[in-house]
Each structure stands twice: as C-alpha cells, then as structure tokens.
C-alpha cells in the first residue's frame, strides 16, 4: 500500500471524528439542561409547592406566616413540617420573607458552589403568597 492511500484511508475518519466533535460541542448546552438543569428545576417546583402549602396551613392555624432567613431556614422548615430528609438543600438555600403589602416571598436561592460546579443555573424560584392564602405568583427570576 502507498503512503498516499494510507493518508486517504485515515482523512475520512479524522473528518468524521471532527464533525461528531463539532455536534457535540453544538449540543452540550441543551443535553446539560435536559439532563442536569430540568431534573433539578422540577424538584425545586415541586418543593416549593410543598412550601407554600405549609405555610398556608400555618397562615391558617396561626394567622401568620412563619419567615426565616436562609441561614435558619432548616429549624423553620422542619417547624413547618417539610421532610428535610426529602427537601433540595444540597444545591438551593430557601427564605420567606414578608413583604410591605403582606405577601409572603418564598425564594429558592442556588447555592454558589452549585453554580460554580454547574449542578445548577444562576437563577432563583419565587413564589408569592398572599394574606389569604393564595399563589399570587411563582416562577423563576433571571
């Protein structure tokens, strides 16, 4: 065999081992949403709906809202009554926190080491619960 074949048997698969490198550079960001970011959003959604139901069940027995802080957040949510063994802390920090027109602000804040280690995107969950007792608003903040 010539070195010139040799050259022409390897150019096709060095050109396909670039293309496939190439597609997958293009794909990565969505195969890192679907595969790491949604999962971990929708446990955070679904959390958060838990949260705001107990503390519409507070609000009720009560008349108030339970507010904490994140750094006192674990305490306040077992108070709550939320299953810590089941709860998404290892990637967001949670806080309620009653705004001037009475509404409760719960967010979910993604840690910094969450972030950095890309398990987690650099946004927040806010829900907001009214006086009554009703989600006046929920979603995810930038």
């Known amino acids: 065999m010539r070195w010139a074949n040799i050259q022409d048997v390897m150019f096709v698969p060095v050109v396909a081992l670039a293309l496939l490198l190439f597609a997958g550079g293009y794909f990565v960001p ?3 949403h679907a595969m790491i970011y949604q999962p971990r959003a929708d ?5 958060m709906e838990e949260l705001a139901g107990h503390e519409r069940g507070m609000l009720r027995a009560k008349g108030k809202f339970l507010t904490f802080a994140a750094s006192e957040a674990p305490p306040n949510l077992k108070a709550l009554g939320v299953d810590l063994a089941r709860w998404p802390s290892e990637d967001f920090l949670f806080d309620a926190v009653v705004q001037p027109n009475k509404h409760l602000r719960l967010r979910a804040l993604p840690r910094p080491e969450a972030v950095r280690d890309m398990r987690v995107e650099a946004r927040m969950y806010v829900a907001e619960i009214s006086p009554v007792g009703a989600v006046t608003s929920r979603g995810w903040s930038p």
């Open 43 to 47: 446990r955070i959604e679904v959390a």
């Open 30 to 32: 969505d195969i890192r």
